[in-house]
């Protein structure tokens, strides 16, 4: 069935309002009409199932059939503290790492980074676009929330936020052991928070990961072969959320068992 994310403003006396571009792509692309219907979903978990109403030039309206909280989402809130890489390597990134599950990304500088983001209107058009590509990733994989692209961020900021959270890793050519990131990895996907950090182009500075070792921050291998940045942050987030889908399946398994 089609998804597509509302404005909680919208939703009221059990019907849902919606406007904008998704409209027309529900009409014209889809060729839906009313009596049809669609999931609507709040952006913060929860999902409307809904019968198409109508349709007018504000927009379209949809009766609310059921309410349901959405099953899509990992039990683990995971963000991505990606080193900002070169070109639109950061649009890919985005849309991979909200289709694995990732709730949060956030661009990091980093000693090796080479984009310099300057011009605070560039930035802040970069980020309006790595948002709405977040939003499209959402709606196409069937997420319950839209994870949040942020404003860059310093590493030192990074590392001291990622520090905070209930399990934080850091993928790094030079780290030894793929037991040590398999017990990680299981570690981190029965924690509520993770942070992942990745370096850019070039990886991290030595001294990158020591300040993030000295903050309880994990160094992990994925393995003998050297990952380019927009590939190593999408492998270790498969990893973790396969760990994750599984860990959530056997809770619910001794859940129902036990009761």
């Known amino acids: 069935m089609s998804r597509f994310f509302v404005d909680s403003s919208g ?34 978990g929860t999902d409307y199932q809904c ?11 949809a009766e609310i059939l059921r309410r349901e909280e959405c099953e899509q989402e990992l039990p683990v809130r995971i963000t991505l503290y990606q080193g900002l890489p070169k070109k639109d390597k950061m649009e ?29 209107k560039k930035e802040a058009k970069k980020l309006e676009r790595w948002n709405a ?3 499209g990733a959402a709606e196409q994989s069937g997420r319950g929330i839209v994870p949040e692209v942020c404003p860059v961020m310093a590493y030192a900021d990074a590392v001291k936020e990622a520090a905070a959270m209930e399990a934080a890793i850091l993928p790094y050519e ?44 994990v160094p992990v291998t994925l393995g003998k072969r050297i990952l380019r940045t927009e590939t ?14 599984l860990y959530e399946e056997e809770r619910k398994q001794s859940g129902s068992i036990s009761g």
Do not use: Y
């Not at 190593?232 to 889908?245: F, R, Y």
């Open 174 to 217: 030079c780290a030894e052991g793929m037991r040590r990131t398999a017990e990680a990895v299981k570690e981190a996907a029965g924690k509520k928070s993770l942070g992942v950090l990745i370096g850019p182009e070039g990886g991290f500075e030595e001294e990158e990961v020591i300040l993030a070792e000295q903050a309880g921050i």
């Open 133 to 135: 590509i977040a939003k």
């Open 11 to 44: 939703i009221a006396d059990g019907q849902i309002c919606l406007s904008g571009p998704e409209v027309n792509h529900i009409r014209q692309v889809l060729r839906m009409r009313p009596g049809d219907e669609i999931t609507l979903c709040d952006g913060a």
């Open 232 to 245: 190593a942050g999408l492998c270790i987030l498969s990893l973790v959320m396969a760990e994750a889908e």
């Open 51 to 61: 019968r198409i109403l109508a349709f007018s030039d504000a927009g379209m309206s």
């Open 92 to 120: 890919l990134i985005v849309q991979k790492a909200v289709e694995l599950g990732a709730s949060r990304i956030v661009p990091v500088m980093m000693k090796r980074t080479i984009v310099k983001l300057d011009d605070a």
